[in-house]
């Protein structure tokens, strides 16, 4: 496994002023005065397994290659056996190949599909339970300074989210410190492209911690249990599929994680509470954006 710079930055952030992420689109405001409103750019990616093609996902369009492999890891057509030997992106057709050293085979998953309620609607091939059984997730430790130190240096982070809205975003965080942030129109793409870029630096979750601004789904538990990380937090809320499933595998999920306030519906016995919810950093309403489920 790789090892983590211990440097207190980031290792990818969001970058809100990239090229194709956005567009400025003019309108007009309840006074019928003219405004300028910087909106989010939506296009298809079309990902291919050696020389099957898998799916066609709306996208922002960054990190297609991590977007690729942790779709395709987190639905289970690439294991840890498999042996990647290239990643190939294509800007013109808006297509990318992802190649093992042995094609695999995978009919089956593909005969079953299940549509999600992910935004921008995920899908989840075969059964959506399959590779849980029998999981045991790390029993790390959870101190409540670090959610406290997470959620406000995360929510000061420029992103898309703060300038344009209308996207989601998921941290891959270790212990107080965010490593790893992505954004994309659906939170299930924003989770698969950090599980890309853990598998591309071969980078283990039994430390880690998966923060997002979507909503605690079935979809999103799943996810963060195949990707071994043990701790799932949000500052949305959640479904009670997705409660009864962190329960069922031991995962700690927490929600509605907004300045000194979160709820816990899952795992509590992870938690140190080792920071008295008075001294936390308060979230100052510049923020925030409404609308955030």
Same mark, same amino acid.
């Given at each position: ?135 045991? &997730? ?5 101190? #409540?300074? +670090?959610?406290?130190?997470? !959620?406000?240096? %995360?929510?000061? $982070? ?73 701790? &799932? ?5 959640? #479904?009670? +599929?997705?409660?009864?499933? !962190?329960?069922? %595998?031991?995962? $700690? ?41």
């Amino acid at each position: 496994m790789s090892k983590i710079d211990p440097s207190d930055d980031y290792i990818i952030a969001p970058d809100p002023t990239a090229a194709r992420l956005t567009r400025a689109v003019i309108g007009v405001d309840e006074h019928g005065d003219d405004v300028t409103a910087n909106v989010v750019e939506e296009r298809p990616l079309t990902i291919f397994l050696n020389r099957r093609e898998i799916v066609t996902a709306m996208t922002i369009g960054d990190y297609p290659d991590y977007l690729a492999m942790g779709f395709l890891r987190n639905q289970g057509m690439l294991s840890d056996n498999d042996q990647i030997t290239g990643v190939d992106y294509d800007e013109e057709l808006d297509t990318v190949v992802v190649r093992t050293a042995v094609e695999t085979d995978f009919e089956d998953k593909l005969a079953r599909k299940t549509r999600t309620s992910g935004c921008a609607v995920g899908t989840v091939f075969g059964d959506m339970m399959e590779g849980l059984e029998g999981l045991t &997730l790390p029993t790390t430790e959870l101190r #409540t300074s +670090w959610l406290y130190t997470l !959620a406000n240096k %995360i929510n000061r $982070t420029p992103s898309l989210y703060l300038e344009a809205g209308a996207i989601h975003g998921t941290v891959l965080c270790q212990g107080e410190r965010p490593l790893v942030y992505m954004e994309d129109v659906g939170r299930h793409n924003a989770v698969d492209k950090v599980a890309g870029w853990m598998l591309a630096e071969g980078i283990d979750g039994a430390d880690k911690i998966l923060y997002t601004t979507g909503r605690l789904t079935s979809e999103m538990v799943i996810k963060t249990a195949q990707m071994g990380i043990p701790v &799932l937090v949000s500052r949305s809320g959640f #479904t009670a +599929w997705g409660v009864e499933i !962190a329960q069922e %595998i031991g995962l $700690t999920l927490i929600g509605r994680m907004r300045g000194q306030r979160f709820t816990c519906l899952s795992g509590a016995d992870r938690l140190i509470r080792d920071m008295d919810p008075a001294h936390a950093p308060t979230e100052e309403k510049k923020h925030r954006r409404k609308g955030s489920a």
